[in-house]
Nanobody, 121 residues
Framework: VQLVESGGGLVQAGGSLRLSCAAS????????MGWFRQAPGKERLFVGG????????YYTDSVKGRFTISRDNAKNTVYLQMNSLKPEDTAVYYC???????????????WGQGTQVTVSS
């Protein structure tokens, strides 16, 4: 199984980025997908998730209204659209495949390698 993130980079506060995660080696439509992030020296935290069908999405409070998760099962890809970015959003963002998604977390079966997002003030 491979989850490959892309789309990270450096952006000014208030700007936008879209992360993509391309999955292979698994039945993509059978998995809930999620995003986590880890800032330097801190634990990895759940950002949000999307059900296998895409009908349900979940977000942690700090990103609600700014971030949107979507998926394209035909392309085996999940996206994280990040708007109104803040310096505190700076972190390595990880894609995850699993199930049992709630607002607070999800159970993870597979991880991506991560992509750096840096928001300058």
């Amino acid at each position: 199984v491979q989850l490959v993130e892309s789309g990270g980079g450096l952006v000014q506060a208030g700007g936008s980025l879209r992360l993509s995660c391309a999955a292979s080696g698994l039945t993509f439509s059978g998995y809930g997908m999620g995003w986590f992030r880890q800032a330097p020296g801190k634990e990895r935290l759940f950002v949000g998730g999307i059900s296998w069908s895409g009908s349900m999405t979940y977000y942690t409070d700090s990103v609600k209204g700014r971030f949107t998760i979507s998926r394209d099962n035909a392309k085996n890809t999940v996206y994280l659209q990040m708007n109104s970015l803040k310096p505190e959003d700076t972190a390595v963002y990880y894609c995850a495949a699993g199930d049992t998604i709630t607002r607070a977390t999800m159970s993870v079966a597979y991880w991506g390698q991560g992509t750096q997002v840096t928001v300058s003030s």
